[in-house]
């Protein structure tokens, strides 16, 4: 069975960046016709795609993140990662690493556990 | 950009039937997506391309689609069933995954 585990920093300052790694197991992330993404919640608040990744040549964001935001895969970890540049409060969320379906018709059809990301100095 | 529309809140009786909408212009030429998010929890599918369930969602949960507002329905919705609700398309034109506002179902 699939699952996905993201890591990294709980805590990050206003101004830097937001690096999360989620971690593949129960199956490979590498070209087999699923996109990987991020969303991410704010406290409270709706659920918000962030981007998505099926290679390293299809990439593809959320136009109000596209200037500060970078994902990338490693298949030979069988993970892959998000970057968040200059980080304000705003970026306060919980953030989910997903399995998007890819295709015509689109859906998650697998969510990690979420990780708690505060901006705070 | 495109905005998916749903109720900020919804709240049924135990037994009743709940009713919970997403729309927008034409939704009926997209394929949606429902989850169900409970507090503290990541969202669960329960509903995709319209009208299908995964395994181990209840046959109470259903959805359909047409002109502009899709909706899921829960027939004799139970007090377990209270939670958020998101609607999703994929915007093809635009590459990009959208998601309603959510709903809050209320099992009164």
Known sequence: QLQLQESGPGLVKPSETLSLTCNVSGGSISRNGFYWAWIRQPPGKGLEWIG???DSWNIYYNPSLKSRVAISVDTSKNQFSLKLSSVTAADTAVYYCARDTGG?????????????????? | SYVLTQPPSVSVAPGKTARITCGVNNIE???????QQKPGQAPVLVVYDNSDRPSGI?????????????????????AGDEADYYCQVWHSSNYHVVFGGGTKLTVL
Request: charged share 15%; net charge positive.
């Open chain 1, 52 to 54: 998505n990744i099926y």
């Open chain 1, 104 to 121: 015509s018709w689109r859906w998650i059809d697998s969510w990690g556990q979420g990780t708690l990301v505060t901006v705070s100095s």
């Open chain 2, 29 to 35: 030429t997209k394929s949606v997506h429902w989850y």
């Open chain 2, 58 to 78: 209840p046959e109470r949960f259903s959805g359909s689609n047409s002109g502009n507002t899709a909706t899921l329905t829960i027939i004799r919705v139970e």
